[in-house]
Structures are given as C-alpha cells and as structure tokens.
C-alpha cells in the first residue's frame, strides 16, 4: 500500500513540474506592445532586432555602452514594429492586400539581382535566424507598406521646377564634378581566351566586333553595350580599373573570381555649370520627392499613433 503511494507521489511531482516548465515556456515570450487590436511579442521583438544586437555584441564599446546602445535600439525597434502595425491595420481597414504572386515575384527578383539560387538564398536566411516562410511575411509587409504609403503619402507630393532649380543651384559642387561613362565590356571566362582578347585589341580590332566574338556576357552580340552610369555607382574595384582611362581607351582586365572583364569608355559625360542639366534633374527630383516624402509620412504617422490605442510593455 505504501509502495503504491510512493509511486502515486512520484507521479504528481513530476506531473507538477512537467506543468510548472510548460508554464515558464510560455511566460519567456510575452506581450511587449499593444497597438489597438494587435499584439507585438517578445520573441518578434528579439527577432528584428537580431541583426543589430550581433553588431552591438561584437562591438569595441565598453560594457556599459553596449547596454545603453542595446537599449536605445530595442526602443527604435520597437517603435518600428508599432508603426509597422498600424501600417498593416490601415491597409486592411482600406481594403488593400498583397497576392501571393506579388511576394513570389519580389523574391525572384531579389534572387536575380545578388545572383542566388533557392538552396543558398535559404542559408543566408538561416544565418540570420529566418525561415523562408518569415522572410515572405516580412516582403508581403514591405510591399504593402510601399503600395499604402504611395497611396496616403505620396499623391499629396508635387515637386516645381523652381524647387529643383533652387537646390541645383544651392548644391552645385556636389554635381559640378561629376562624371557620367558610356561603356561596352568583355568578359571571357579563362586566361587563355583573355590573352587572345587583349592580343585583337592590341592590333586595334574595333572593341564591338571583338567583344562579339569572344565575350561570353549577354550582351555579347550588341557588342558588349552597357550604357550610361554615374561614376559615383561604381563599386571601388570599376573605380580603380578606371582611373586614368580616357574616351575611346579600355581597362586593364579586371578579375571577377571565375572570369575576367574589359571595360572600355566609349563616352565620358562631364556636367557643367548653368541651368539645371537634364541629367541631373531627375537625380534632384528624386532627391526632393524623398525629403518631402519623408515629411509627409511622419505627419500621417503621426495622426496614425494619435488616434490609436497604444500601450508600450518593454
């Protein structure tokens, strides 16, 4: 009889601590943020904010500055999450959503534009602590907040011609030196076929037919066109290779890992004092519409958080 109340014992001891651990589990992620109907919990909190506290953690600042740092910056976090919230509760009060398709064709595109594959788009995911199904809920939520956003913001900005002249104007040495290139390029996959290369253009093979003989770029048949880019886009290695190439002259080989490129200036574009030149104007407009904006939006945040139920639990 004793031996079956022992056992009996053993049984509610462990029940009680099996039940008192599920309990802790679920105590660890709460509620951080109320935002009228919407919850932000703990763990999403920690989740946005990985990325930033890795930067703080591996730091040179003291001890001390690090938990000062950490906590402004879960502060900031949060307040992004809030307004993300009331972003996504807006768009559903106006009846705007975001199709699966959209999602997809955003990821798509941000796989073709850092040349990455599914299995290795997934790692650096991973590596930075998201699935993939988290990653496609946080592009749904940028998307909606960029086609919201346009929709309350940005059809109340109007940027004049007097405005883009005045900053033309006001801002001028940061576009009188600039440059703009008219380039063509070749790329050939090994040393052997980059020597052939260079050995036609050493004997003045036109750079076009050479480039749409040998290059293995797309744009091969065109002969090697890129366009027009503003010197200033270029990454530090086209910068270099550039310096000190004139019009009508090509690059030394730049090696890119697993090929080597040729860059040839067909044009070089320099920009010159006086009214606003056109190929600036956009560049200002652009530059305008962000200011104004950026204003605006802050307004209608604003009014957003004041006629909200907010209540903050950090």
């Known amino acids: 009889m004793r031996k079956k109340r022992d056992i009996i014992l053993m049984v509610f001891i462990l029940g009680f601590s099996w039940a008192a651990s599920c309990l802790a589990q679920e105590v660890v992620d709460r509620i951080v943020a109320i935002v009228n109907d919407d919850i932000v919990t703990l763990s999403q909190l920690d989740m946005a904010a990985a990325p930033y506290r890795k ?80 990653y496609r809920e946080r592009i749904r939520e940028q998307i909606l907040q960029s086609m919201i956003v346009s929709r309350a913001v940005r059809a ?20 009188k030196d600039k440059k703009k290139y008219y380039l063509k390029n070749i790329i050939v996959r090994d040393s052997t076929d980059l020597s052939t290369v260079l050995v036609k253009l050493e004997n003045e093979v036109d750079f076009s037919q050479v480039a749409k003989n040998y290059s293995i770029g797309s744009n091969a048949s065109s002969g090697g066109e890129l366009g027009e880019f503003d010197i200033s886009s270029f990454s530090d290695v086209i910068k270099a290779a550039l310096e000190g190439v004139g019009k009508g002259q090509y690059t030394k080989p730049i090696d890119m890992g697993d090929s080597f490129q040729i860059l040839y200036v067909a044009d070089i574009i320099s920009q010159s004092q006086g009214p606003v030149q056109k190929e600036v104007e956009k560049q200002i407009q652009d530059i305008l519409y962000r200011e104004h904006g950026e204003i605006q939006f ?14 903050i639990m950090l």
């Open 156 to 175: 109340k900005i109007v940027v004049t011609d007097e405005e883009i002249n005045a900053y033309y104007q006001s801002h001028y040495q940061e576009f």
């Open 298 to 311: 802050n307004k209608w945040m604003e009014n957003l958080k004041n006629s909200a139920h907010i209540k």
């Open 55 to 134: 930067n703080i953690e591996t730091s040179q600042e003291s001890s001390a500055r690090q938990k000062e740092l950490m906590a402004q910056m879960y502060t900031q976090v949060l307040n992004q999450l809030v307004e993300n919230s009331l972003v996504v509760q807006e768009a559903k009060r106006m009846g705007i959503t975001v199709d699966d398709t959209d999602v997809d064709n955003s990821v798509e595109n941000f796989k073709k534009e850092h040349n990455l594959d599914q299995e290795r788009l997934e790692l650096g995911l991973a590596a930075q602590g998201l699935t993939l199904g988290q």
